[in-house]
């Protein structure tokens, strides 16, 4: 979505305890998903076939699980949620399946918290990589960060989301 497989790879590679992602938007338009959002759309959506296409992102899951890394996902989404959230939600058992921890914050119910602007990963509560998107989704560039002061803010705000979210299993679209 954001960059190379192999960049975010070498990132998770040297994660040591934790990689967490806050997710912001309610539709995201980047060109890996298209066609098989486009099947979602039509009603033609195959867990085989998204998951062919997630494989190598499903194994970088399991592989740093397998050594101990915690990975959490935490979404914030408007209710009633968009036809692009229904996508995800969808999907999402397969990374649950790859080992991520998953959980939903309906949008207000965030309302009276601090969050970024931007999606955001934090990569062992010392490095925080912001994905920038465009009005329509489309990822534009990624920042990364080890500002102190930055990253307390984030990790803050990821799990004052985390604490308040509903786990996938609960969370019905």
């Known amino acids: 979505m954001s960059q190379s497989v192999e960049s975010f790879a070498e990132i998770m590679a040297g994660v040591q305890r934790s990689a967490v992602h806050l997710e912001l938007r309610d539709s995201y338009g980047v060109d890996n998903e298209a066609d098989n959002f486009a099947a ?5 959506w195959s867990e085989q076939r998204e998951r062919a296409d997630r494989q ?3 194994d970088l899951v399991n592989e740093a699980t397998s050594r101990g890394v915690v990975v959490r996902r935490a979404r914030v989404v408007s209710v009633t ?8 939600h969808a999907g999402t058992q397969m990374n649950i399946d790859a ?8 949008r ?3 309302s009276d918290l601090a969050l970024p602007g931007n999606d955001l990963w934090i ?3 010392r490095l925080v990589q912001f ?7 489309q990822w534009i560039r990624t920042d990364f960060t080890e500002d102190a002061n ?4 984030c990790v803050s705000s990821f799990e004052s989301v985390w604490e308040r979210g509903v786990p996938h299993a609960e969370f019905t679209v």
């Open 40 to 44: 979602f759309r039509r009603g033609e």
């Open 56 to 58: 190598s992102w499903l």
């Open 81 to 88: 949620v968009s036809e692009y959230i229904r996508y995800e």
């Open 99 to 106: 080992g991520e921890q998953v959980r939903w914050l309906p």
């Open 108 to 110: 207000d119910r965030a």
């Open 123 to 125: 990569f062992d509560e």
């Open 131 to 137: 994905n920038i998107f465009d009005g329509p989704g």
């Open 150 to 153: 930055l990253v307390k803010f």
